[in-house]
């Protein structure tokens, strides 16, 4: 197993190569620059060429590559060209947390409500609450976040005044740099836009939990522990359920990429200090540093999930073997 | 009845369907049992026969703007007058009499909504159609030929998979968005570019941005393809071809493909739920179709300023969007569940 | 089997009630560890005790972006020069009341005979200080030996050098280069040059003693004196911090207000500065301002709607209601920027002018303010808007809408009834409300014309991109014969508008004007020393430019008028140069405390 994992992380050098490449190229290719105007007014070309130069952006493309690259490598993930006292690192650390906690929460209630539920709906199958179970996880899977999102602010933040409805209840600096201070204040901020962003994923995995474990539940051998009594039952229901995460979990990788693309949205509705708020803004701005940082940043996490899945994968499945 | 009459009655039946039940039967009848599913079949389809008849449904244009009746709430008519008569149209026949507005509302410019929303599912479905072809398209050729060559081509290819597995999808789809916007400006007209720009206007600025949606989400699909190709390869009458002496080309079009193709379909069709929601995210946050072309990500992006005394506008093309995205579920898990119940037998 | 079921749902069912009650569970209530005697010993006890609330008058906010800029020789948006105009002091002040330039830094100035020396003296009280944003202590700075700083000449000659210095990238050192002897040298110049930094035309021969050496007489010089680019920066604080030196803790300012926390991306909070003399102050109140980052206005109007903050734009979809709910809440304010369409004066069919001036004629200005914009607006027949010195009244000079006329003229230009008038092509910047405008245009010039809306191709580009596509150097097959933009004051003298914007040799907006008489007035009033001959002048330059038969190198459409929705308890007179003046307004802090229910 430790080979095939850092196999894994080795192939996965290449590939983050070939991220930056590319989101370099796009980033470079995207017409208009970052010093062409400010607040819907051109900035004069004697200025703009000052800006570029200082900044390098008026060297060669493969030039800029490879300054970019070397300070990478140092840890550097280059300056912030519209806003002069931050570093991208700095924007990083500003927001990253944000997302991550968001994301993270937003898995805890998915997996926390999807996985009970999809149990519940498989060990009752075909009665009506397998089929409002079913029926509410795939309207759940349905509703898009965009129109889940402002419904939520109107009837809970607004109507209701139970939750604030903007905001992520807190700031940097975060503990261990990732993790906020829990207190209620925070709770109360995280609440909408967690559903929000929770609903669709805990939707998913309760199809696929049930789907799973109705399949597992049709083997065999599960009809001969039946038979066989309680104590037997309930070691073998044990051994279903692990065999029922099985496609749960393989989808979990998946997942994680529509938890980034699911927290870009909420992050836009709620006004939350995310990654992905800032990375939309970014490329109106064409801050080329933050674009590709931010790519990048995605790009490794998917990577890594991947990899913990995976193994994750082969945890639940004994059949499964790596070398 | 008794249960030996039900039996025989059943028997029957089966006789009537035919001698030889072919698995494409035995798996309509069990998709025919599963009434959500159906219902979600038939709902596309009316989706897509609202969408090919558009302009014989619609009493406005999509852009044609009503500036005396912005924000009009749903249901309520308004007659208008011989004056705007000539907005109002039935399939090019200006009516004369004056038409009433508003099943669904207008929007600020006073558009009528209830046309946008039936023009905008020409662009759901867009979305739906390139970008699950050019998938299914790449997938599935990437995926046979890596799972019929096998051994070496078969390693690296799968290789090549896994290596872009990784790259985030949405981060280089937004930035590619900003690059075909501006190549589609460039003003190319000739030849093969020059049509592909042409038709890129003409769906609002949107194919572009299908194809690549399709382009980078073909990976699950050649695995998938390459997964249903490895477990054919080993059958008999592959053999028996290859015995024959047929070639591989024939192999693969004429034995492989027809049986691989069931599954695949299935699971397009369970992704395209997702590209809709791309393209509405996209548009949401303002790079998807150009003005005035609706699309209901876009429907949304514009109502959602006004959600707090409008919810119409956001509401309308939300629910739209929610039900075409329950109707694809629906029909794709309806789908699955026939073809997997023909396998299994009945539960 | 049941059992398990139900302790799943159970399960289930908890998690999701203790995560509602816990985020239901309250405010911030804070808990003291008490210990109290009882009979038998201590015993320590938790007790609940409700925070203390501040009583500073405060000013809750939002914005829709971070502040990009806090740097003055830097900034370039509306957001920044707010902050720069309460955390520094500028030269001269825009006062709100008389809309005069009166001095804030400076207290009298004299012109040379030739109008080529400024000379201006400075008020030498006012420190520069330090916040510490731990203690919540401001303390003025001192130097090495132990003095303590004020802002003297020297810091404004720093400052204005800095601007023009290349490797600084002052956006807004290139406004003022052209009128600052040497600075178009040096800002022009590949590097850094200690000879070219010399030769720039400002000096300090005193502490209170500022000198200018201008290019040309500018006339309206004084006009540029209230910006924020050439305000005094410390020069100790920049070569200690670098780039960061605006950071909170890092900063050093001289203004009415320090900067106490600015979280990126999230929050900022500027309090008053208790060093400042007092004649400075402003008169208002308020003590403290807190503005969060909002990036969304109707979630912004929404905090509005719950007195959480004081002032909100108003969600275009959202007005309507708003009006009718609030109709003394709503203010309605210019930022004095005009909409226009350019034209390319060089490529047919706009090359003519009575083609020019008959499009221009066609357009119902008054119909299209009302129906798209809301009444967010008024009709521009000139360029330059009121308020600015110079500018005609807003509905003298300038032909308006006149169908009849515009007909006659599109006749006499040989395309009668829009016959034979060749595909035009129109380019405006993305957005739907750009879109808007298009149609709505070119729906008049069909309407009163005849020209069909098929003859015009419309097209929508990112801004930066509009700018590439119409500049000077593309040839004329690839530019559009018309564009949208628009155009809002730096400083408040018409030959920012008609000079800056329309004048032949300005490469910037891609109109390729052949030069002319026109030009060559609006040279003389940039130089003429008397302020009724140059009031005289402009009015000329717009009737040549807009009047019956002038040269119409633009349409201009509309001046832009915002609502806002203000609550009642907040006073203020809002700013439209320079950036708000948050140190003259007031809030009812009782009547805000009721309505937040406190």
Sequence with gaps: MIKYIIRRLLVSIPVVFLIILVAFLLVQAMPGGPFDASNQKPIPAVVREILERKYGLDKPVYEQFFNYFVNLLQGDLGPMLRQRGQTVNDVVAQTFPVSFQLGMLAMILGYGIGVPAGIIAALNHNSTLDYAATFAAVVGVSVPNLVLGPVLILLFGVSLDWFPIAFWGADPPFILGLFPTPNAEFWSHAVLPTVALGTGISAGVARLTRAGLLEVLSEDYIRTARAKGLKERMVILIHALKNALIPVATVLGPQLAAILTGTLIVEQIFALNGMGRRFIHSVQEREYFLLVGLTLIYGVLLILGNLTVDVLYAWLDPRIRYD | ?347 | ?598
């Design chain 3, 1 to 598: 089997m049941f059992s398990r079921n139900n302790l799943f749902k159970a399960f289930a069912l908890l998690i999701l009630a203790s995560m509602v009650l816990v985020a239901c569970g309250g405010g911030a209530v804070e808990t003291v560890i008490v210990e109290k005697e009882v009979p038998g010993g201590v015993e320590t006890v938790v007790v609940e005790v409700e925070p203390e609330v501040e009583q500073v008058v405060t000013m809750d906010g939002y914005s829709t972006t971070d502040i990009p800029e806090l740097d003055p020789q830097l900034t370039t948006d509306q957001v920044s020069i707010s902050y720069i105009e309460n955390l520094f002091v500028h030269l001269t002040n825009f006062d709100l009341v008389t809309s005069e330039i009166v001095g804030e830094a400076a207290t009298s100035w004299t012109t040379s005979e030739d109008g080529l020396t400024w000379t201006f003296t400075l008020r030498t009280d006012i420190p520069w200080v330090y916040h510490n944003p731990v203690t919540g202590e401001t303390t003025q700075e001192v130097d090495a030996d132990g003095n303590p700083l004020f802002v003297t000449a020297e810091d404004f000659v720093y400052a204005i050098k800095r601007a023009c210095d290349p490797t600084v990238g002052a956006a807004y050192g290139g406004l003022i280069a052209p009128f600052i002897k040497g600075c178009t040298d040096h800002i022009t110049a590949d590097d850094f040059s200690q000879e070219l930094d010399d030769a720039v035309g400002v000096s300090a021969p005193a502490p209170d003693t500022l000198v200018f050496e201008l290019e040309f007489p500018a006339g309206y010089f004084l006009s540029l004196t209230p910006m924020w680019v050439m305000a005094a920066t410390p020069s100790w604080a920049i070569a200690e911090h670098g780039e960061a030196w605006t950071e909170a803790g890092n900063i050093v300012t001289n203004g009415r207000y320090v900067l106490s926390e600015w979280v990126h991306g999230v929050r900022r909070i500027i309090v008053r500065n208790p060093l400042m003399p007092a004649d400075m102050q402003g008169g208002g109140n308020i003590e403290k301002i807190v503005i969060n980052v909002v990036p969304d206005t109707s979630t912004g109007y929404a905090l509005w709607l719950n007195n959480e903050v004081e002032t909100s734009g108003v969600p275009a979809a959202e007005l309507e209601a708003f009006l009718e709910q609030y109709p003394d809440e709503a203010d309605q304010i210019s930022d004095l920027a005009v909409f226009y369409m350019g034209f390319r004066s060089s490529k047919a069919p706009v090359d003519d002018p009575m083609v020019r001036q008959a499009l221009a004629q066609a357009i119902d200005k008054e119909a299209f303010i009302e129906v798209v914009l809301q009444g967010q607006g008024v009709p521009m027949i000139h360029f330059t808007p009121p308020g600015l010195f110079g500018a005609p009244a807003i509905d003298e000079v300038g032909v308006g809408y006149d169908p009849a006329a515009a007909q006659q003229l599109l006749a006499d230009a040989g395309y009668p009834n829009c016959e034979g008038f060749p595909q035009t092509s129109v380019l405006g910047y993305s957005g739907q409300s750009t879109l808007d405008w298009l149609t709505f245009v070119t729906g008049q010039w069909e309407t009163n014309l005849g020209c069909s809306a098929d003859l015009f191709t419309i097209e929508q580009q990112s801004f930066g991109e509009l700018l590439d596509t119409v500049s000077e150097e593309a040839p004329d097959d690839q530019v559009p014969s018309l564009w949208t933009l628009g155009w809002g004051p730096d400083y408040a003298d018409a030959n920012n508008f008609v000079g800056d914007v329309l004048r032949c040799d300005v490469s910037d907006w891609g109109f390729n004007r052949e030069c002319n008489a026109i030009d060559d007035m609006i040279t003389a009033a940039r130089v003429e020393p008397d302020p009724a001959v140059r009031i005289d002048l402009y009015t000329q330059i717009e009737e040549a430019f807009f009047g019956d038969g002038g040269e119409h190198p633009i349409i201009p459409l509309w001046l832009r008028i915002a609502y806002t929705a203000r609550h009642s308890w907040l006073d203020r007179i809002p700013s439209t140069f320079g950036g708000e003046q948050w140190y003259t307004w007031n809030i009812d802090w009782e009547a805000k405390m009721a309505a937040q229910g406190q």
């Design chain 2, 1 to 347: 009845m008794t249960t030996a009459e039900k039996g025989l009655e059943q028997l029957a039946g089966d006789k009537v369907l035919g001698k030889g039940r072919s698995p494409v039967q035995d798996a309509v009848r069990e998709f025919r049992r599963n009434k959500i599913a159906v219902a979600g079949m038939a709902f596309i389809i009316f989706v897509v026969l609202v969408a090919i008849a558009a302009p014989l449904l619609t009493p406005y244009g999509f852009a044609t703007q009503n500036l005396d009746y912005p924000r009009a709430k749903p249901m309520t008519s308004v007659v208008i007058t011989t004056e705007f008569a000539e907005k109002c149209h039935w399939y090019d026949t200006p009516l004369e009499w004056g038409c009433t507005l508003i099943l669904f509302g207008s929007d600020n410019v006073g558009r009528d909504l209830y046309s946008r929303m039936i023009y905008g599912t020409r662009v759901s479905l867009s979305v739906a159609v390139v970008a699950a072809s050019v998938s299914l398209l790449i997938g599935s050729v990437y995926g046979t030929i890596s799972g019929f060559a096998g051994g070496r081509a078969d390693n690296l290819m799968m290789r090549i998979v896994d290596f872009l597995y990784a790259i985030p999808t949405l981060p280089i789809i937004i930035m590619m968005t900003v690059y075909f916007q501006a190549i589609s400006r460039m003003g190319i007209h000739t030849g093969f570019i020059g049509a592909l720009i042409t038709l890129n206007r003409a769906m609002g600025g949107l194919f572009f941005l299908f194809v690549a949606i399709g382009a980078l989400n073909w990976i699950g699909m050649a695995r998938m393809a390459r997964g249903q190709v490895l477990s054919y390869k080993q059958k008999e009458f592959v053999e028996a071809a290859r015995a024959v002496g047929a070639s591989n080309g024939h192999i693969i079009s004429r034995h492989l493909l027809p049986n691989i193709i069931g599954p695949l379909l299935i699971a397009e069709s369970l992704a395209i739920p997702g590209y809709i929601f791309l393209e509405a995210i996209l548009s949401f946050i303002g790079l998807g179709v150009q003005p005035p072309t609706p699309s209901w990500g876009s429907m949304i992006n514009e109502g959602y300023q006004g959600i707090l005394s409008n919810p119409h506008l956001v509401l309308v093309p939300g629910i739209a969007l929610a039900l075409l995205t329950l109707a694809f579920n629906f029909m794709g898990d309806g789908l699955r569940d026939a073809f997997d119940a023909r396998l299994r037998g009945r539960q």
